[in-house]
């Protein structure tokens, strides 16, 4: 079993940065970040191979935000800049995670940090 713990939300001014922290107390093969808005469904953000640092990003958030991991500290970051209004959701950070077809899934979640970005 993974245990995820996020932190760093909050509430930030359009083309504000944030970073995200997601502490896991294992590693699995990937670790990464999604997203759910308000009555919306949770879609992928970014993710990460611990191993090869190889890194994933949804197409909205491409040159704007990065995944990045401290192996030594068991944590990813997200690092989100030029954030736009429409970054606003509930963000879950997710560990060994499977792509079928064009969805991407993951079997461990945490409990999700609130980011708002203002106009």
């Known amino acids: 079993q993974v245990q995820l713990e996020e932190s760093g939300g909050g509430t930030v001014q359009a083309g504000g940065s944030l970073r995200l922290s997601c502490s896991a107390s294992?590693?699995?093969?990937?670790v990464g970040w999604f997203r759910q808005a308000a009555g919306k469904e949770r879609e992928f953000v970014a993710s990460?191979?611990?191993?090869?640092?190889?890194?994933r990003y949804a197409d909205s958030v491409k040159g704007r935000f990065t995944i990045v991991t401290d192996n030594t500290a068991n944590t990813a970051y997200l690092q989100m800049n030029s954030l736009k209004p429409e970054d606003t959701a509930v963000y879950y950070c997710?560990?060994?995670?499977?792509?079928?077809?064009?969805?991407?899934?993951?079997?461990?979640w945490g409990q999700g940090t609130q980011v708002t970005v203002s106009s």
């Open positions: 997710a560990a060994d995670l499977s792509i079928i077809g064009s969805t991407t899934s993951a079997t461990y």
């Open positions: 294992i590693r699995t093969f990937t």
């Open positions: 990460i191979s611990w191993s090869r640092g190889s890194a």
